[in-house]
C-alpha cells in the first residue's frame, strides 16, 4: 500500500520541472515467512509536452520526460523457517535495518483535462537502477517509487490532478 503526490510547474511552454514523493508500506506473511518494509521515495526531473501549448482550449497533454529517483527504506523479517526434509528446520529472524536506492527514469505519458482544472493522465514508464546500498542481507521485495528490485524494471501509474487556477494560462 502507498500513495504518491506530483507536483508540475511550467518552466516554458512545452516544457515542466516536476518533482514526486511517496510513501509504501509493504507486509508479506506466509507459513514459513514474515516480511515487512515501509519507505519513501523522491523523484525530480522534467516533462516536455508535444502539443502546441498556443492551441486555444486545448488543456491536454501527451509529453515525454525523464526522472531521477531516490527512495530510502527499513525493512526486514521477524520471523523465517526453512524447511529441511533430514535434519532440524531453522528458523530465525532478520533485524529490520536501513538502505536506500538511487534509480533513473524515462517516461511516456498522456494526461486530459475531464472538468476545469481537474486532470486525468497515465504513464508508462521505463526504470533503471543506478546504485543500491543494501547488504543483500535480506533482498527487498518492492524499493518505493521503483518497484520489484531488478536492474531495468517497467511500469505505469495513472494519475489525478488538480491544476491551481491561480497558475492556470
Given at each position: 500500500q502507498g500513495m504518491?503526490?506530483?507536483?508540475?510547474?511550467?518552466?516554458t511552454p512545452n516544457l515542466f520541472a516536476v518533482g514526486e514523493v511517496?510513501?509504501?508500506?509493504?507486509?508479506?506473511t506466509s507459513v514459513n515467512y514474515n516480511y515487512n518494509s515501509k519507505g519513501m521515495g523522491l523523484k525530480l526531473g522534467i516533462d516536455y509536452d508535444v502539443f502546441n501549448p498556443a492551441e486555444k482550449g486545448n488543456n491536454d497533454n501527451i509529453f515525454f520526460g525523464a526522472r531521477y529517483g531516490f527512495s530510502w527504506q527499513d525493512h526486514g523479517s521477524s520471523g523465517y523457517t526453512v524447511v529441511n526434509g533430514y535434519w532440524d528446520d531453522t528458523t530465525?529472524?532478520?533485524?529490520?535495518?536501513?538502505?536506500?536506492t538511487h534509480y533513473g527514469e524515462i517516461l511516456f505519458g498522456l494526461r486530459t483535462e475531464v472538468f476545469?482544472?481537474?486532470?486525468?493522465?497515465?504513464?508508462?514508464?521505463?526504470?533503471?537502477?543506478?546504485?543500491?546500498?543494501?547488504?543483500?542481507?535480506?533482498?527487498?521485495?518492492?524499493?518505493?517509487?521503483?518497484?520489484?528490485?531488478?536492474?531495468?524494471?517497467?511500469?505505469?501509474?495513472y494519475t489525478?490532478?488538480?491544476?491551481?487556477?491561480?497558475?492556470w494560462k
Open positions: 504518491n503526490f506530483l507536483a508540475r510547474v511550467s518552466v511517496g510513501y509504501e508500506k509493504y507486509d508479506y530465525g529472524s532478520v533485524d529490520n535495518y536501513f538502505f536506500n476545469k482544472h481537474l486532470f486525468m493522465g497515465v504513464t508508462m514508464r521505463g526504470k533503471a537502477i543506478f546504485y543500491n546500498s543494501n547488504s543483500k542481507t535480506l533482498e527487498p521485495s518492492s524499493i518505493p517509487g521503483y518497484g520489484t528490485p531488478t536492474p531495468f524494471n517497467f511500469g505505469f501509474s489525478l490532478e488538480y491544476q491551481i487556477p491561480y497558475f
